[in-house]
């Protein structure tokens, strides 16, 4: 029977393992579309008997993070009660984290929080490296029998609707096709009423479903994703892409600082123009790039076509700046195109089109706000819908004006290729996630550009290094997608560009620093001419000029540090700062020495900030000599 409900989970999990044995293929959304009760149910079920075999097909887990020594985790325990309280932690990543997961479960995972998985040996023999658009294909090759999702419902005059909310990205895609296969298979949801209930094609019928557990004491805030502080080259970077972007176009921004930066400095180019172009005048007037997009506020606004419908893009769409709509009728839609369309036909329509959604908890709680004509025009839907075009290839174009693809990238090559997903090693960082369905779009739409955004270099001191270089044994997207590549010192733009001609636009956007060494590997390659010289205008593409030109603009207000606010505190996000400090001053033998001076030190009064951050951790009123030993150790971090 479809839809049989639950309201214990052990009885639901009972009732999964009854029809499904004891091999189990289990898949799972990314982000917040866990069912974190029922996973952790299952997986429990298959940590107490060695017999199941489970495999977990997932990606993008997130659980608060624990502190690696004390200190840390004295930090961490009071942010954990505030910005995630209740949440029901996932049992599965905290093993796979302590390295305990039994043998009889594999964790297989199509992308990772970034960084989060370099040193784990058998997280990086469990990456399966899929396209976002094909991983409901691959989790069918490998033979998934049970599809978990966590529900958004409403009660409407007695009726039940559920909502696949931030997820339906894989779950519409993989259902019909599970449909077709010839073994036993379960879908199960779990309803979470935390969550945003999002309407059009996220509403689904509860039959759709299997196994729906549906008990109130389950329900908890969806897992929140503080923002990270926005840089000065993140802020050039950020403000040189806005101005790509066509008005009466289509955008598609992805997760992380860099989208931050580009989507205030969207919103700044419509609330502040002045400023805007007075900001992007101060980096270098780049005439070619004003020829892609332009300058100007907008007058018909944008389409948003994004995987990742994000806390700043929402705010676009909150602000107006999101508005154009776009209609399922290729005919309409024409007519609209076109200026052809009567007042009468141009009613309903959508402006947002998403796959998934993640974001701090006021984002959510703004989702939840949201009046029902405002949420129509929001379409979370397939992420075979967002992320290719070629099904419904005349409707996509006629919807997808101009669509600017602005993705975040680690390296580029001097030819052109995108490194994104993984180090020289093998070992991946994050995957490759959407990235290459959006670069392959730029080039199948008639109008559309891959923007890559990277920092021209990284690190600092004896650590310094390009982020521009002149090969690599990986990549992400190969050299024949180049497009357009964005740093903070200016837009190379590589389509249908000469190998030669390449370099040298790549070259006019690599910090200073390492033009001659670059210049020299692509010459002793034959790639360049041996008397061709980096141009002077290039010739100083360094951070400080960058700050410099900028400088201003934060002093003003128009560039701050978290343009769309932040879950943690002032007083939280400096403390860190500090304990950073502390730890970074530990790993060198300079750093200790510094450190040793500090704690030597005599104690100075004891100044306020110094008094908040003891009582944050705990250590205020130190009682064994080891709190005494740590308060000492933050005292002296305030002194480095």
Same mark, same amino acid.
């Not at 903070?488 to 040298?504: P, Q, S, V, W």
């Given at each position: 029977?479809?839809?049989q409900?639950?309201?214990?989970?052990?009885?639901?999990?009972?009732?999964?393992?009854?029809?499904?044995?004891k091999?189990?293929?289990?898949?799972?959304?990314?982000?917040?579309?866990?069912?974190n009760?029922l996973l952790?149910?299952?997986?429990?079920?298959?940590?107490?008997?060695?017999? $199941?075999?489970?495999d977990?097909?997932? %990606?993008? =887990?997130?659980?608060?993070?624990?502190?690696?020594?004390e200190l840390?985790?004295?930090?961490l325990a009071?942010?954990?009660?505030r910005?995630?309280?209740?949440?029901p932690?996932?049992e599965?990543?905290?093993?796979v984290?302590a390295?305990r997961?039994?043998?009889?479960?594999?964790?297989?995972e199509?992308?990772?929080?970034?960084?989060?998985?370099?040193?784990?040996d058998l =997280?990086?023999?469990?990456? +399966?490296?899929?396209n976002?658009?094909h991983? %409901?294909?691959?989790?069918?090759?490998?033979?998934?029998?049970l599809?978990?999702?966590?529900?958004a419902?409403?009660e409407d005059?007695?009726r039940?609707?559920? =909502?696949?909310?931030?997820?339906?990205?894989?779950?519409?895609?993989?259902?019909?096709? *599970?449909?077709? &296969?010839d073994?036993?298979w #379960?879908?199960?949801a779990?309803?979470?009423r935390?969550?945003?209930?999002?309407?059009?094609?996220?509403?689904? @019928?509860e039959?759709?479903f299997?196994?729906?557990l549906?008990?109130?004491s389950?329900d908890h805030?969806?897992?929140s994703?503080?923002?990270?502080?926005?840089?000065?080259?993140?802020?050039a +970077?950020?403000l !040189?892409?806005a101005?790509?972007?066509?008005?009466g176009g289509?955008?598609?921004?992805? $997760?992380? @600082?860099l989208?931050?930066a580009?989507?205030h400095?969207?919103r700044?180019?419509?609330?502040?123009?002045?400023g805007?172009?007075a900001?992007l005048?101060a980096l270098? %007037?780049?005439? !070619?790039?004003d020829?892609?997009?332009?300058?100007?506020?907008?007058?018909?606004?944008?389409?948003?076509?994004?995987?990742? &419908?994000s806390?700043?893009?929402?705010t676009?769409?909150?602000?107006? +700046?999101?508005?154009?709509?776009?209609?399922?009728?290729?005919?309409?839609q024409e007519?609209?195109?076109?200026?052809?369309?009567?007042?009468?036909?141009?009613?309903?329509?959508t402006?947002?089109?998403?796959a998934?959604?993640?974001g701090?908890?006021?984002?959510?709680?703004r989702?939840r706000?949201?009046?029902?004509?405002?949420?129509? *025009?929001?379409?979370?839907?397939?992420?075979?819908?967002v992320?290719?075009?070629?099904?419904?290839?005349? #409707?996509?174009?006629?919807?997808?004006r101009?669509?600017?693809?602005?993705?975040?990238t680690?390296k580029?090559?001097?030819?052109?290729?995108?490194? =994104?997903?993984q180090?020289?090693?093998?070992k991946? &960082?994050?995957?490759?996630?959407?990235?290459?369905?959006f670069?392959s779009?730029?080039?199948?739409?008639?109008?559309?550009r891959?923007?890559l955004?990277?920092?021209?270099a990284?690190?600092?001191?004896?650590?310094?290094?390009?982020?521009i270089v002149?090969?690599?044994?990986?990549n992400?997207i190969?050299?024949?997608?180049?497009?357009?590549y964005?740093?903070?010192?200016?837009? @190379?733009?590589?389509?249908?560009?000469?190998d030669?001609?390449?370099?040298?636009a790549?070259?006019?956007?690599?910090?200073?620093?390492?033009?001659?060494?670059?210049?020299?590997?692509?010459?002793?390659?034959?790639?360049?001419?041996?008397d061709?010289?980096?141009?002077d205008?290039?010739?100083?593409?360094?951070s400080e000029h +960058?700050?410099?030109?900028?400088?201003p603009?934060?002093?003003?207000?128009?560039?701050?540090?978290?343009?769309?606010?932040?879950?943690?505190?002032?007083?939280e996000?400096?403390?860190a700062?500090?304990?950073?400090r502390?730890?970074?001053?530990?790993?060198?033998?300079a750093?200790?020495?510094?450190l040793?001076?500090?704690l030597?030190?005599?104690?100075?009064?004891?100044?306020?900030?110094?008094?908040a %951050?003891?009582r944050?951790?705990?250590?205020?009123?130190?009682a064994?000599?080891?709190?005494?030993?740590?308060?000492?150790l933050?005292?002296?971090?305030?002194?480095?």
């Amino acid at each position: 029977m479809k839809g049989q409900r639950f309201n214990n989970c052990d009885a639901c999990v009972d009732a999964i393992f009854e029809r499904l044995g004891k091999r189990i293929v289990l898949g799972a959304p990314l982000g917040i579309g866990k069912p974190n009760a029922l996973l952790n149910g299952v997986y429990r079920r298959a940590k107490a008997d060695p017999s $199941i075999q489970l495999d977990l097909v997932t %990606a993008l =887990s997130l659980n608060p993070p624990l502190g690696s020594s004390e200190l840390e985790e004295r930090f961490l325990a009071p942010v954990r009660e505030r910005v995630w309280p209740g949440y029901p932690r996932l049992e599965f990543l905290d093993d796979v984290n302590a390295r305990r997961v039994p043998d009889n479960v594999r964790v297989i995972e199509f992308y990772m929080q970034s960084g989060s998985r370099l040193n784990d040996d058998l =997280s990086q023999q469990n990456y +399966i490296s899929s396209n976002y658009t094909h991983v %409901a294909r691959d989790m069918i090759g490998r033979g998934v029998n049970l599809l978990m999702q966590s529900v958004a419902l409403r009660e409407d005059q007695g009726r039940r609707r559920l =909502s696949l909310s931030a997820n339906p990205d894989v779950t519409l895609q993989i259902e019909p096709m *599970l449909q077709g &296969v010839d073994y036993p298979w #379960l879908t199960c949801a779990q309803v979470n009423r935390e969550l945003p209930w999002m309407g059009n094609r996220a509403e689904v @019928a509860e039959d759709l479903f299997d196994f729906v557990l549906d008990n109130p004491s389950l329900d908890h805030a969806p897992f929140s994703v503080p923002h990270e502080p926005v840089s000065v080259s993140d802020w050039a +970077i950020g403000l !040189r892409a806005a101005g790509l972007v066509r008005d009466g176009g289509t955008l598609q921004v992805g $997760i992380g @600082a860099l989208g931050d930066a580009a989507c205030h400095s969207l919103r700044l180019r419509e609330r502040d123009n002045d400023g805007f172009r007075a900001a992007l005048d101060a980096l270098g %007037a780049d005439a !070619r790039a004003d020829a892609i997009g332009g300058r100007d506020r907008f007058a018909q606004g944008l389409y948003v076509a994004s995987e990742l &419908v994000s806390n700043p893009l929402f705010t676009l769409f909150e602000e107006g +700046i999101v508005r154009r709509r776009v209609y399922e009728d290729a005919a309409l839609q024409e007519r609209v195109n076109e200026g052809l369309a009567t007042p009468e036909e141009q009613r309903g329509g959508t402006v947002v089109q998403g796959a998934f959604f993640l974001g701090p908890a006021d984002f959510y709680q703004r989702l939840r706000a949201l009046d029902e004509d405002t949420r129509a *025009l929001v379409d979370m839907t397939s992420v075979a819908e967002v992320n290719r075009i070629f099904t419904h290839y005349r #409707l996509e174009r006629l919807q997808r004006r101009h669509p600017r693809f602005l993705n975040i990238t680690m390296k580029a090559t001097l030819l052109g290729a995108a490194v =994104s997903d993984q180090l020289r090693d093998g070992k991946v &960082v994050s995957g490759v996630g959407g990235q290459y369905n959006f670069v392959s779009m730029a080039h199948q739409l008639p109008e559309g550009r891959s923007v890559l955004l990277l920092h021209a270099a990284r690190g600092s001191g004896a650590r310094l290094e390009s982020n521009i270089v002149w090969e690599y044994p990986h990549n992400t997207i190969p050299r024949h997608l180049r497009d357009i590549y964005m740093t903070e010192y200016g837009m @190379a733009d590589l389509r249908g560009r000469t190998d030669r001609e390449c370099i040298e636009a790549m070259l006019a956007i690599a910090d200073s620093r390492f033009q001659d060494s670059l210049m020299q590997q692509a010459q002793r390659a034959g790639k360049l001419p041996r008397d061709y010289r980096v141009p002077d205008q290039y010739r100083n593409n360094l951070s400080e000029h +960058i700050a410099k030109a900028l400088a201003p603009h934060q002093q003003a207000g128009r560039l701050p540090e978290l343009p769309f606010g932040c879950d943690l505190t002032a007083a939280e996000r400096a403390l860190a700062g500090r304990l950073r400090r502390l730890k970074t001053a530990a790993a060198t033998t300079a750093g200790k020495l510094r450190l040793l001076r500090a704690l030597a030190a005599p104690a100075p009064a004891e100044q306020e900030e110094v008094a908040a %951050a003891l009582r944050h951790l705990r250590l205020d009123r130190p009682a064994s000599g080891g709190e005494k030993r740590l308060a000492r150790l933050v005292r002296a971090a305030y002194a480095l």
